[in-house]
């Protein structure tokens, strides 16, 4: 960014005016850069700084940079603001959004900020806060719009009409009809209700029986849904078949992109499920080393079965060569495995119960790539040194392995579910452990047994 002439990164550019004190500026270089160049500046400001900015900017232009960066992350920038401030903010938001990083305070940080914003934005959030954030109901928008069955043509025009500006800024292109207790009716099509007489009633124009998911649908049955039907959004109806809200197709993906995103950060041993570089040091180190502190004793349980067979190891050297070979062959079978139970798992296609169909599934596919590794390997071992017993050691162990491997890493996410523990952050990492344990016992067992026609 140019300013006299002379390029300044943006960070830097509002780090010297947040410095300077002056607001407007602040206010005109953050708009100029526009929501998600301003997000990206602002992770590089120390936290007075930060609240320089977002209190320079007006309370929709904060909501819109929320929009932008993680949940976490915009839950520590919000409340660093004024309480005052940050319910304005949260009136400017989305009510999913809101109710979101609501969701992240305790009861009594929520209703003191619930207190101090505008009745209809409060009221929305009270009701999404009290959902997962995984079902129909957490991920529902309350802006939406619903006229009583006893309305013409005309008066839902004129409603549109008189509310356009407020109408405009919702995301949602349906209208629907509800009965006085609020029950879903019907679906209102725009053109249909343009082309109208005025004076004609809106349950003769409306789309009757319209689909609907009830407010505690998972996010896995509003995928399916989505999937099947080419919609924007859904109404939600809770218990009673009471319109409450709309799941747009947009946050289901958005939602399916955030948990995919923290299964893998997790599979990484990133505890936490969010990491970011704009957070303080020693949380990231210490969310790091909680894990990696477990991985060394896995390791060192690993390292004890060569330990065990040192003299083996130290009469035939060349078994060090396809020790970790044969180790990271089979990880990478078990981990597919691992990936397709995953997949299952959050597909709904398996349940925790389904051990034996998982495991018939993946020692079939077990036992003929193990036999194909374990034929290359082993072949490669022969022609390397030419003993046959050799590529006998190494090609059988490969392939016992890679059996055990994907029969382990198919069922153990079922097994960690079934314990009530995360399967994206406990599989990986037992899996390698048992794999490595067992390709170091089998290399060396076989070989122990073949010393003799192996030296």
């Avoid at 082309?195 to 809106?202: C, F, R």
Wanted: glycine residues 8%; charged residues 20%.
């Amino acid at each position: 960014m140019e300013t006299n002439g002379e390029f300044k990164e943006p960070w830097k550019l509002l780090s010297e005016i947040a410095e300077l004190g002056d607001h407007a500026r602040l206010r005109e270089e953050a708009e100029r850069m526009g929501s998600r160049e301003c997000a990206r500046a602002i992770s590089r400001l120390n936290a007075e700084e930060q609240s320089q900015v977002l209190q320079a900017l007006t309370p929709e232009a904060v909501a819109d940079l929320m929009e932008e960066i993680s949940e976490e992350q915009a839950r520590a920038l919000i409340f660093r603001l004024p309480p005052g401030v940050a319910a304005r903010v949260f009136d400017a938001m989305r009510s999913n959004t809101a109710a979101d990083l609501l969701g992240g305070l305790d009861f009594a940080e929520i209703e003191g900020l619930l207190g101090r914003m505008a009745p209809e934005a409060a009221a929305n959030a009270r009701i999404l806060v009290s959902y997962k954030t995984d079902v129909a109901g957490g991920l529902m928008v309350r802006e939406f719009l619903a006229y009583p069955v006893t309305f013409t043509t005309q008066q839902v025009i004129d409603d549109m009409r008189l509310n356009a500006r407020k109408y405009s800024e919702y995301s949602i292109q349906y209208s629907f009809v509800t009965q006085p207790d609020g029950t879903l009716t019907g679906v209102l099509p725009l053109r249909d209700l343009l082309l109208a007489p005025g004076d004609k009633p809106i349950t003769e124009i409306m789309i009757q029986r319209p689909l609907s998911v009830l407010d505690e649908a998972p996010l896995e049955e509003l995928e399916k849904f989505f999937e099947e039907h080419a919609y924007l959004g859904v109404p939600v109806v809770d218990a009673k078949e009471r319109l409450i809200g709309v799941v747009r197709r947009t946050d289901v993906q958005e939602a399916l992109g955030k948990r995919a995103n923290r299964d893998y950060l997790r599979s990484q041993g990133i505890v936490g499920g969010e990491e970011l570089r704009s957070m303080p040091v020693l949380t990231r180190s210490a969310r790091r080393l909680s894990w990696l502190s477990v991985n060394i004793g896995l390791n060192v349980l690993a390292a004890s079965v060569i330990a065990f067979y040192q003299d083996t190891l130290e009469s035939v050297i060349a078994l060090a060569v396809f020790l970790p070979i044969i180790s990271d062959m089979s990880g990478c079978s078990g981990n597919q495995a691992v990936a397709v139970s995953m997949r299952e798992l959050a597909l709904g296609l398996v349940k925790p119960i389904d051990f034996l169909h998982v495991w018939f599934k993946e020692a079939s596919v077990g036992i003929i790539n193990g036999l194909a590794l374990g034929v290359l390997l082993g072949s490669v071992a022969w022609l390397w040194k030419g003993n046959p017993y050799l590529g006998l050691v190494a090609g059988g162990a490969l392939a016992l392995n890679t059996l055990l491997a994907v029969c382990i890493g198919g069922l153990l996410p079922l097994l960690v579910k079934r314990l009530k523990f995360d399967p994206a952050l406990a599989s990986g990492p037992i899996l390698t452990t048992i794999t490595d344990m067992c390709g170091f016992f089998f290399v060396l067992s076989f070989a122990t047994v073949a010393l003799g026609r192996l030296t």
